[in-house]
């Protein structure tokens, strides 16, 4: 079994790094939340490519790859609102039953199973002229 290596290629649009060799002044998303910062609008300035048997995405030809930013152009964190939490527990509300879910669902997905049938509302004259024949 041959074994594919990564090599660095500085050169390169973007510049490619092996997993774990890129410059100390660039960092991975991983790389800046832990540091309490995010990338800022500069775009990507590397990609870190490594090996991988494994499936997940971003993977070209038996490679995963990161987007690289420079640490230098980052910007802090958003922190949370306090409107935040309770607009995800919404969400995950039907608004039907009142039923949470574990997950939350997309606006407009599929109610609770075991919710009532929607009662059937009157249509508005604005809403019988847009209907097609």
Partial sequence: ????VVIAD?????P??????APEHLAARTRLRAMGLRPGRQGVRALAVWNSRRGG???VGGHRYAD??????????????SALPAALA???????????AA????????????APPRPATAETPSQEGNRKP
């Fill in 1 to 4: 079994m041959t074994r594919r």
């Fill in 10 to 14: 500085p050169g390169a649009s973007p």
């Fill in 16 to 21: 490619v790094y092996p997993w774990r060799g």
């Fill in 57 to 59: 995405r971003p993977r």
């Fill in 68 to 81: 690289v930013s420079g640490a230098g152009h980052a910007r802090p964190r958003i922190a949370m609102t």
């Fill in 90 to 100: 919404a969400r995950m509300t039907c608004p039907d039953c009142g039923i949470a």
């Fill in 103 to 114: 997950t939350s669902r997309p606006p407009g997905s599929a109610r609770a199973t075991s």
